[in-house]
């Protein structure tokens, strides 16, 4: 009777020891962790949340990284936007000059500026960011511009066509073709499948939207490049003594005219861009912010105060002890009563 009673101490002792030892090494994980959970099944509702919040951080992150490649990218745009438009202005300038009489002798070196001018802009609109053109639409990989003989086209159309078919293969290329990129706006689709394109930012650039395409009534073309660089051409063919051939005066003075409406539509895009991209910004600044709430959320969540955490350790400690030194009474004791027996 005795040794069946002791036994059941023994039995009782080992099970709350275990349990002294599992609390101990729960709270010294706590305290080197610092967390108030390590495992799915020590708080199940605290663990579902938490890994609801880390997979919208991870989105958040994700957004974040590919709004900065965005900004880099418009920023890079707005960069060669900003130097066209200082070529407009030296063009501006020569155009002026080449219309005024007293200066006449100098028009087929305004003529040569004018060209190389156009030419500039041309390579300045063929810009990349990292291996992809900037202005090139959806399609980053291949060069956008291609200037040959006066002769500009944009992926492979060319901008001075008066073609119908050719303006609307262009016309669609301009507004249909897009590239997506999830900014967190709440990017979704339709029930079809569709992308809701208010939930997404549209992060493509054409060039041929910046300089204008096609001709006007009057035949001229509405391409700013082509018009600078025709004007050019005018000018370096006046003679020696500065003076124009045949017609081309009244084409010269036409086509300065136009270039002023031109330039000023370039100045309105630019200024787009502008805005779009202190858009992108201000988004990246709340990106940033949701961020940060959600880490402090997480914090919060699975975090626990370094005092709290090592009081609870020196509790543990002091029981475990506690268990060890009353082992010691009841191991004693059993072996006593088994000798006994």
Not at 43 to 72: C, I, M, N, W
Not at 174 to 179: C, G, I, P, R, S
Request: hydrophobic letters at 35%; charged letters at 25%.
């Amino acid at each position: 009777m005795i040794r069946s009673t002791t036994n059941g101490v023994l039995k009782s002792y080992q099970y709350n020891l275990q349990r002294s030892t599992y609390t101990l090494n729960k709270a010294r994980d706590t305290v080197l962790t610092g967390r108030s959970f390590n495992s799915f099944a020590e708080d199940p509702a605290l663990a579902a949340h938490s890994f609801k919040l880390r997979t919208s951080l991870l989105r958040v992150d994700s957004q974040y990284g590919v709004g900065e490649s965005v900004v880099r990218k418009y920023d890079v745009a707005w960069s060669s936007l900003n130097s066209v438009t200082d070529d407009l202005r030296a063009a501006k300038s020569s155009i002026l000059t080449g219309k005024n009489p007293p200066t006449a002798s100098g028009r087929n070196a305004l003529g040569q500026e004018l060209t190389q001018l156009a030419e500039g802009i041309v390579k300045t609109m063929n810009a990349k960011y990292g291996d992809n053109f900037v202005f090139a639409g959806a399609d980053g990989l291949n060069v956008p511009f291609d200037f040959k003989d006066g002769k500009l086209s944009y992926r492979g159309i060319d901008l001075n066509t008066n073609d119908p078919d050719e303006l609307k293969k262009l016309e669609d290329l301009l507004k249909n073709e897009k590239k997506f990129a999830d900014l967190g706006l709440g990017m979704k689709e339709t029930a079809t499948g569709e992308l809701i394109e208010s939930s997404a930012f549209d992060v493509s650039l054409h060039g041929a939207s910046f300089l204008g395409y096609g001709q006007d009534k009057d035949g001229d073309p509405q391409n700013i490049v082509c018009m600078i660089n025709r004007m050019g051409e005018i000018l370096k063919n006046c003679d020696k003594d500065g003076n124009f051939r045949g017609g081309e005066e009244e084409e010269y003075n036409r086509l300065a005219g136009k270039f002023e409406t031109a330039m000023s539509s370039f100045t309105s895009k630019h200024t787009e861009l502008d805005a779009r991209t202190g858009f992108l910004k201000d988004n990246q600044k709340q990106l940033r912010n949701t961020a940060y709430s959600m880490q402090e959320q997480i914090v919060a969540m699975e975090r626990v105060e370094p005092a709290d955490a090592i009081i609870s350790y020196s509790w543990a400690q002091y029981c475990y002890n506690s268990a060890l030194k009353v082992g010691n009474s009841i191991l004693s004791q059993s072996l006593m009563d088994y000798m006994r027996g």
